[in-house]
Every structure is written in C-alpha cells, then in structure tokens.
C-alpha cells in the first residue's frame, strides 16, 4: 500500500500548495465521457513488464428502464479498470458515475474468480462525501479440486481525496474525484468427515484488493493503481496442504495514453 499513500500524499501537497481556499474550486461533473465512438489508451505496468489496453464505447442497453452505456476491450485485457469498466455498463447521473453488472475478479492465485453482481455501484461522486459510497456483501459456495468452498466478500467504493488543478492564467480551478475499490475476502473450505461437515478456514477476513482512481473532467479515468496482498491460514497442523501459494502481494499502475471523446 506503500505507493498508493504516497500517490495520496502527493495529492494533498498539491491541492494545499496550488489552492488555499478549496472551498473556491470549480466543480465540473463530465468526469467519465460516454458519447458514442470514444476511446481511451492506456500503458498497465506490473512486476512482469509492460502491456497496453485499448477501452472503447460499444453502444448501449436499457437495464430497469434506465439507459446504460457498454464498454469494450480489446484481448487480451491485463488493467484491473479496463476489466472492470468493460465487464459492467455505466450510466451518469449529475453527480455520480454508477456500474452495473456482474464483475469477475480472481485476487487470490489458484482459486477460481469470484463472481460479483453489482447494480448501480457508485464509481464516484463530485459532490465528494466522505467515506464509503457503495458497498455489496455477499456469501457464494464454490467448488477447488472437488472440495466446496464458502467465500464471503465485500466490495466497496470510497471517496477517496479530491485533487486540485488551477489554470492560473484564467484564474479558474478545477476539482477531481479520487475514489478507490476495495475487496475483501473470507474463505472457508468445508470438509465432509463422514455424516459431518467441518468448515475450515481458509482465508481469515481480510481486505486483498484495493484499486485507487483519478478520474479527470471531459477525459475519464487517467490513473489507475493497484494493489493484492493476501495470506492464507497455516494449515500445515491439520495435515492440509493447499496446492496454491500461502501468500502473494503484487502491485499495478494504469495509466492514460491517448484518447478521443466523441469523434
């Protein structure tokens, strides 16, 4: 998490140094253009290297009577946003970009990818609330190597800070969310000892995943950083050995190459 509070830290040293009177700041509210035909690059940088994503609007959908936007992307996808985005159908109210669908994501290497509905999750708010936006529960039973898992998770979204750009030469400021996603994860494998059933866990509740977003106005998202970082239980005592590694920590940054609103 190291590098995502200095990115934050960096965040307020310039809001502070550029804008004294937050209070002043122009709030704008197209922080995630959806028209039709734009597009958006971006350069994901991992421990393994370097890869591209290319995001791109694709059309839209009525769900509930409200009108969403899809996304799409090339393959193969590798950002955690460009999965994310692309997965799920986006609408805009005044103040909020909202996601629904039902998202994918295996945080943990080994065990299969956990199936998340959302509907209408608040990726941001430029009215800037503190704390959480939105948030879903939930608890799933799947199955690794014919043995039956329960897996408990949360996602949520958070206001996150708000960063500050000043155009000094027209005396104008501007205000961006940054939001973050945040995973957290309980899983207990239940072992079947003849007419009895013992749950045994595997994962203690812990958060695993944690996605900070900078979203920019007329642009969308420009910054994307990531990082997993899990420990599964000691069950050498037990006699188990889990065929998937005992820990993992990694780290991730998305970041805007090139785009097109609308063209």
Same mark, same amino acid.
């Given at each position: 998490?190291?590098?995502?509070?200095?990115?934050?830290?960096?965040?307020?040293?310039?809001?502070?140094?550029?804008?004294?009177?937050?209070?002043?700041?122009?709030?704008?509210?197209? !922080?995630?253009?959806?028209?039709?035909?734009?597009?958006?690059?971006?350069?994901?940088?991992?421990?393994?290297?370097?890869?591209?994503?290319?995001?791109?609007?694709?059309?839209?959908?009525?769900?509930?009577?409200?009108?969403?936007?899809? %996304?799409?992307?090339?393959? *193969?996808?590798?950002?955690?946003?460009?999965? !994310?985005?692309?997965?799920?159908?986006?609408?805009?109210?005044?103040?909020?970009?909202? =996601?629904?669908?039902?998202?994918?994501?295996?945080?943990? @290497?080994?065990?299969?990818?956990?199936?998340? *509905?959302?509907? @209408?999750?608040?990726?941001?708010?430029?009215?800037?609330?503190?704390?959480?936006?939105?948030?879903?529960?939930? $608890?799933?039973?799947?199955?690794?190597?014919?043995?039956? !898992?329960?897996?408990?998770?949360?996602?949520?979204?958070?206001?996150?800070?708000?960063?500050?750009?000043?155009? !000094?030469?027209?005396?104008?400021?501007?205000?961006? *969310?940054?939001?973050?996603?945040?995973?957290?994860?309980?899983?207990? =494998?239940?072992?079947?000892?003849?007419?009895?059933?013992? *749950?045994?866990?595997?994962?203690?509740?812990?958060?695993?995943?944690?996605?900070?977003?900078?979203?920019?106005?007329?642009?969308?998202?420009?910054?994307?950083?990531?990082?997993?970082?899990?420990?599964?239980?000691?069950?050498?005592? %037990?006699?188990?050995?889990?065929?998937?590694?005992?820990?993992?920590?990694?780290? =991730? $940054?998305?970041?805007?190459?090139?785009?097109?609103?609308?063209?």
């Amino acid at each position: 998490m190291k590098n995502i509070y200095l990115f934050l830290l960096a965040i307020v040293l310039l809001s502070c140094s550029n804008n004294d009177d937050n209070s002043q700041a122009e709030i704008e509210t197209n !922080f995630f253009p959806l028209e039709a035909n734009s597009y958006w690059t971006y350069t994901n940088t991992n421990e393994q290297g370097q890869t591209k994503d290319s995001l791109f609007v694709v059309g839209t959908e009525i769900i509930s009577n409200q009108e969403y936007t899809n %996304l799409d992307a090339q393959i *193969p996808r590798t950002g955690f946003m460009t999965v !994310f985005l692309s997965e799920t159908a986006l609408r805009k109210t005044e103040t909020q970009l909202l =996601a629904t669908g039902n998202l994918g994501i295996a945080p943990v @290497d080994g065990l299969p990818t956990i199936d998340i *509905p959302i509907t @209408d999750f608040i990726l941001y708010d430029t009215t800037f609330p503190n704390g959480e936006l939105s948030s879903v529960t939930n $608890t799933i039973e799947q199955e690794f190597q014919g043995i039956p !898992f329960e897996v408990t998770y949360t996602l949520s979204s958070n206001h996150v800070a708000i960063l500050i750009e000043d155009d !000094f030469e027209n005396g104008t400021s501007s205000s961006s *969310p940054v939001t973050d996603i945040k995973l957290t994860l309980a899983i207990t =494998a239940l072992i079947e000892a003849g007419p009895i059933t013992i *749950p045994v866990p595997i994962l203690s509740e812990q958060e695993v995943l944690t996605a900070v977003n900078t979203y920019v106005n007329n642009i969308g998202l420009t910054y994307s950083e990531v990082e997993i970082s899990y420990q599964l239980e000691d069950l050498s005592g %037990l006699g188990i050995e889990l065929p998937i590694p005992e820990e993992g920590m990694s780290s =991730a $940054t998305q970041i805007l190459d090139t785009f097109s609103i609308g063209n």
